[in-house]
């Protein structure tokens, strides 16, 4: 077994230097025990209690219908280092994707949509300015974690043939490292070109995690992208001066000789003071 991956926080000094050059980044410390339990809790609960559904990709869809209406979903996605983690990579105008997915990786599920082979998440419609954020609801261990080849996301849109890797005449994969050491509350962050696996299964423990995916709202969305829609988490400093003009129209004057302001409704985005202390707390 390779040794244990190193492992960031969100201050570690070589964060987007090691992303950018082996594509994927695993961070600790990002959810306090108290969420991260209580987030675990549900997911698990909610598999338990639906343990009559015996194909896991239908029961994690169940699940996920409910799970993306709840109030713990909006905590999710505002947690706020994970929000401060992808600002940091992908800039202040901030959406997380919908459809967000769960995988459920038990010692039995031999659905190769939930035990992926050597894939590139580009294949499958999202586009290469968007990053995947896995958060593991369970520990993992050395069988049933998931697996990287670190820097292959710099070489391009690998090949693909029946869901499957079709790599040219003398090219191949180096070594593929285990992410064995991923614990409940870890995040894993990868690029969309990153040729990544289900490591496999465990003979005894079922690992549970959650995959959502991060894009700028300033960037270009893939036909797909579009279709899912998204839910905006932050808007950078300019387009909150477009909001107090009113609109991308720029038509003068809108605000002049009055106070310019914005609908409160919005204000979880564009005036995170007055959300804290008025509408938050009713």
Partial sequence: MNKPIKKFTINSRDLENFYIKNGYLLVGNIFNS??????????????????????????????????????????????????????????????????????????????????????????????????????????????????????????????????????????????????????????LIWHPLLVHSTTGQSNKNTRVSLTLRYKSTESEFTSQERALGYKTLSVGINNIIKRYIGNDGLQPFRVYGGKASIDKRLSRLYNADYFNKTIKKT
């Fill in 34 to 187: 108290k969420f991260i339990n209580k987030l675990s809790k549900f997911f698990l609960s909610s598999i338990k209690r639906n343990k009559k559904i015996k194909d896991y990709h239908d029961l994690s869809n169940l699940i996920m219908d409910g799970f993306e209406n709840d109030k713990l979903y909006e905590e999710l996605i505002f947690q706020k280092k994970l929000k401060d983690l992808m600002i940091k990579f992908l800039g202040r105008d901030l959406c997380v994707l919908n459809y967000t997915a769960l995988w459920i990786n038990t010692p039995t599920n031999k659905n190769p949509v939930l035990n992926k082979n050597n894939h590139v998440d580009a294949w499958t419609g999202t586009g290469i300015n968007t990053i995947f954020v896995k958060v593991f609801l369970t520990n993992c261990d050395k069988y049933n974690g998931m697996s990287v080849y670190p820097g292959t996301h710099l070489h391009g849109l690998y090949p693909v043939r029946n869901r499957s890797l079709d790599l040219p005449n003398g090219v191949k994969l180096d070594d593929k490292i285990n992410l064995y050491n991923a614990k409940k509350g870890d995040v």
